[in-house]
Structure formats: structure tokens, C-alpha cells
């Protein structure tokens, strides 16, 4: 069964940078593309950002856009996610998914918490 963990997060003030990081035990065989989410609380679970390993495409959230970059390693089956300029509306646990058929994201990891104090 393919695991995914992510790790990166922390606490830190306001304009500052983390940069997120997701490794899959394993790419299944139908793996389109990883992806981050995010959830606050009392908010909807939000998309970020998705990185396509066929192309290496990227696609993100309007709220991220200019601030936050996605980035695959096909060999380590790995994903990042650098955050800058972070905002305190940028707290959330964020979650790393895998996508097995267009906009189908089936396998998740138990998120990681990113803090950002103003």
C-alpha cells in the first residue's frame, strides 16, 4: 500500500519561508500527478498546488500564486512544495495527495501543520 509522508512544517512569523516536502513509499502505476492541500480550521479542505509527472506541469491555487512553487523528483518520487512570503492565512495542516485519474486524488498523507504567525 503506497504511503505517502510529508514533513517541512513549522511555526514561523509572517514573510518568512518553509519549504514542504512528500515522499511516496511508492509511485502507483497509474500516478498522474501529487498534489497539496490544505485545510484550517473551520474551513474547507483547499487545493494549492499539483505538480504533473508526465510534463512536469505545475498548476496552482490563485491564493499562492507568486509565493509558493511546486517541484517533483520523478527518481525519489518526492514532491516540494516552497512556500515564501508566508501569510497568516497560509495556517492550515497541509496534506499531500496522489492523483490516479484527472481530479481524483485517492491516497493522502496525515498532513503536516504550518504555522504562521503575524
Known amino acids: 500500500q503506497v504511503q505517502l509522508v510529508e514533513s517541512g512544517g513549522g511555526l514561523v512569523q509572517a514573510g518568512a519561508s518553509l519549504r514542504l516536502t512528500c515522499a511516496a513509499s511508492e509511485r502507483p502505476f497509474k500516478s498522474v500527478a501529487m498534489g497539496w492541500f490544505r485545510q484550517a480550521p473551520e474551513k474547507d479542505h483547499e487545493f494549492v498546488a499539483a505538480?504533473?509527472?508526465?510534463?512536469?506541469?505545475?498548476y496552482y491555487a490563485d491564493s499562492v500564486k507568486g509565493r509558493f512553487t511546486i517541484d517533483g523528483d520523478n527518481a525519489k518520487n518526492t514532491v516540494y512544495l516552497q512556500m515564501n512570503s508566508l501569510k497568516p492565512e497560509d495556517t492550515a495542516v497541509y496534506y499531500c495527495a496522489i492523483e490516479r485519474r484527472p481530479g481524483g486524488y485517492d491516497i493522502w498523507g496525515r498532513g503536516t501543520q504550518v504555522t504562521v504567525s503575524s
Open positions: 505538480f504533473r509527472w508526465s510534463d512536469g506541469d505545475q
